[in-house]
């Protein structure tokens, strides 16, 4: 397949750097499940996207977030959020395996379907500029932190069945 214009979701380095911005903003202390961690890295794409997340009332606050954010503008429409969501997995998959050769990631928890940050860090330029950028939209990494923390993952009420991104119906719960 020929793509002529430039999508952030199908770049594997663009996602080796929204790995890193989620590893630098999360608590780097708590294991992370795979699957979660892709939620969150979807939804740091396409904050936008946020408003379509059925939310607890207490952060109802965080869709007038998803209003703000100034979406680059697309060449071509794009697919719905599960469609995109499931495209984006291979982009995601050859991130976490470079970050974990290169040692920012444990690999023992990646084939257990965990993200386990280890204590390596980004070299002093990389990690400047991950702050930056974190500070930048410090309200989007705080809507992502509120995401990982306050809501289960499986489950009817789980973070899987609140975006629609994934099938939740067979979790063991």
């Given at each position: 397949?020929?793509?002529?214009?430039?999508?952030?979701?199908?770049?594997?380095?663009?996602?080796i750097?929204?790995?890193?911005?989620?590893?630098?903003?999360?608590?780097t202390?708590?294991?992370?499940?795979?699957?979660?961690?892709?939620?969150?890295?979807?939804?740091?794409?396409?904050?936008?996207?946020?408003?379509?997340?059925?939310?607890?009332?207490k952060?109802?606050?965080?869709?007038?977030?998803?209003?703000?954010?100034?979406?680059?503008?697309?060449?071509?429409?794009?697919?719905?959020?599960?469609?995109?969501?499931?495209?984006?997995?291979?982009?995601?998959?050859?991130?976490?395996?470079t970050?974990?050769?290169?040692?920012?990631?444990?690999?023992?928890?990646?084939?257990?379907?965990?993200?386990?940050?280890?204590k390596?860090?980004?070299?002093?330029?990389?990690n400047?500029?991950?702050?930056?950028?974190?500070a930048?939209?410090?309200?989007?990494?705080?809507?992502?932190?509120?995401?990982?923390?306050?809501?289960?993952?499986?489950?009817?009420?789980?973070?899987?069945?609140?975006?629609?991104?994934?099938?939740?119906?067979y979790?063991?719960?």
């Amino acid at each position: 397949m020929i793509q002529l214009t430039y999508e952030p979701a199908f770049d594997p380095l663009h996602s080796i750097f929204r790995a890193l911005r989620l590893r630098q903003s999360l608590a780097t202390d708590i294991p992370i499940p795979r699957v979660l961690f892709r939620i969150l890295d979807f939804y740091l794409l396409f904050p936008m996207s946020i408003s379509t997340v059925r939310l607890l009332p207490k952060h109802r606050k965080l869709k007038k977030l998803a209003a703000s954010t100034k979406g680059v503008t697309s060449y071509g429409p794009l697919p719905d959020n599960t469609m995109l969501f499931e495209r984006m997995q291979p982009y995601q998959d050859a991130a976490m395996d470079t970050l974990v050769l290169r040692g920012f990631f444990s690999n023992e928890g990646l084939e257990a379907g965990w993200v386990i940050p280890t204590k390596i860090e980004p070299s002093a330029s990389l990690n400047n500029r991950l702050v930056t950028i974190n500070a930048a939209e410090n309200n989007l990494m705080t809507a992502l932190n509120i995401l990982a923390t306050d809501y289960p993952i499986d489950g009817s009420n789980g973070l899987k069945h609140r975006t629609g991104l994934l099938e939740y119906r067979y979790d063991a719960v």
